[in-house]
Structures are given as structure tokens and as C-alpha cells.
């Protein structure tokens, strides 16, 4: 049963640290919780299907998380910023290898 509490972990949950009474969290702007009936009572076919699931949650929860956040009108301000500093490092140096050579 740690292997299932450990690929748990691997995908981020944590113990509920009030009772422990469910595994919990909080990714992509959305709240995961597994009670531990569903960790440790199903057997291993069961298991496998859930976790197969779950990743693919997580990874629809990530793909929708990231679309939604490139659809932000803050989203092309940071890109151009980003883009800006990357140009004035980019120019420092070269501004700096010539003064070297």
C-alpha cells in the first residue's frame, strides 16, 4: 500500500494534516481530494484504472489551466516584457564582447 501512497505523492497530493482521512491538492486552480478507502481498499486493477484517471485529469486540469491563462489580456503584456529583457541582456552582452575584443 506505500507504493500507492507514494505515486500519489508523486503527482502532488499530501496527507490531510487535520485527520488524515484523505489524500488533497490544490493544482491548476482546482482542489483534488482521494479518501483513503479509494487507496487502500480496491484492489490493484481497480487502482491502476483510478490513477490512470486521475493523471489524465490532471493533465486536461493543466492543458485548460494554461489555455485559459494564454487568453488573459495580461498574458501578451508579460510576453512582450519578457521578450524586451531578453533583447536588453542580449544587447548588454554583446555590447560587452565588444568592448572585450
Do not use: C
Amino acid at each position: 500500500m506505500k507504493n500507492r501512497e507514494i505515486e500519489l505523492y508523486k503527482l502532488g497530493f499530501a496527507k490531510n494534516e487535520h485527520n488524515y482521512t484523505f489524500f488533497h491538492t490544490y493544482q491548476y486552480v482546482h482542489s483534488w481530494y482521494i479518501d483513503f478507502y479509494s487507496v487502500y481498499e480496491p484492489d490493484e486493477e481497480f487502482w491502476q484504472d483510478y490513477l490512470k484517471g486521475l493523471k489524465s485529469d490532471l493533465q486536461e486540469a493543466k492543458k485548460q489551466y494554461y489555455d485559459d491563462l494564454k487568453q488573459h489580456p495580461a498574458y501578451d503584456f508579460a510576453v512582450k516584457e519578457f521578450k524586451k529583457k531578453l533583447t536588453d541582456k542580449l544587447n548588454h552582452y554583446k555590447s560587452n564582447l565588444q568592448d572585450e575584443t
